[in-house]
């Protein structure tokens, strides 16, 4: 079964995409926590973070350099940002189509709440 963002890659659900090139696609999220939220996903399907492998370093890497380009090109590098990568249950993964998500455009207060 393709995952709901590999549908949205190739354009089958539609999706306000910011940004594309042959490794990655970004769009926003449908839900944003923040005036920008942007999920920055490989075009190749890897489920979670576990998944990885030493083949995918420069795919991380380039995820990454993208979130940045992004962050400068809405105009919230210098206010700062946050990237998050979530796997599987305790990390609150939704879609298994790993993504990172770029959020800023507000202070976004601590990482994560203490209990
Ligand atoms: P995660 O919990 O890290 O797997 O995040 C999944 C994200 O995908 C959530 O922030 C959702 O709001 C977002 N999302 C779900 N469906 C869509 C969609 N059709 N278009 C854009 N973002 C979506």
């Known amino acids: 079964m393709p995952t709901l963002f ?3 890659i190739r354009g089958e659900i539609p999706s306000d995409t910011v ?3 042959d490794r990655v696609t970004a769009f926003r999220d449908i ?3 923040a005036p920008v939220h942007i999920l920055v996903v490989p ?3 890897i489920p979670t973070v576990n998944d990885l492998t030493q083949d995918d370093e420069a795919l991380v890497g380039h995820m990454v ?4 380009h992004l962050a ?3 105009g919230i590098a210098d206010d700062g940002y946050r990237l998050i990568l979530n796997c599987n249950a305790h990390g609150g993964q939704e879609v298994f189509h790993v993504h990172v998500h770029l959020i800023g455009g507000r202070p ?3 990482m994560v709440q203490r209990k």
């Open 108 to 110: 976004l207060g601590p």
């Open 43 to 45: 075009n190749k399907v």
């Open 72 to 74: 400068a090109k809405e």
């Open 19 to 21: 940004y594309r090139d």
């Open 6 to 8: 590999a549908k949205i």
């Open 31 to 33: 839900n944003p926590v």
């Open 65 to 68: 350099l993208v979130a940045k």
